[in-house]
């Protein structure tokens, strides 16, 4: 059984995930707000941890909280200004 092996697998790419937002210049707090929705939207999960090919919910917003500081270096010196997020965020 190799599940221990895609949660590393899946935690890594969370944390590339939020270190490419931040380099595109993208708040990378909201990784974490992203886990925070998802823990309301799901009720908590239906699958047991052990049979889960996924870190939980908790576990990836610690992974994340984790690696803020690195991503929070990348992001202010990559930081939009704030018209052009809110540009960005808006268009259709």
């Known amino acids: 059984m190799m599940l221990p092996f895609s949660r590393k697998h899946e935690k890594e790419a969370d944390v590339i995930g939020m270190m490419y937002m931040a380099r595109a210049g993208y708040p990378p707090t909201e990784s974490v707000e992203v886990w925070n929705r998802m823990d309301e939207m799901s ?7 052990f049979a889960s090919t996924h870190p939980s919910h908790g576990q990836r917003k610690r992974n994340l909280r984790d690696w803020m500081p690195q991503a929070r270096k990348r992001y202010q010196r990559n930081a939009l200004s704030e018209d052009t997020q809110e540009t960005l965020w808006t268009r259709n």
């Open 43 to 49: 009720g908590r999960g239906s699958v047991p941890f």
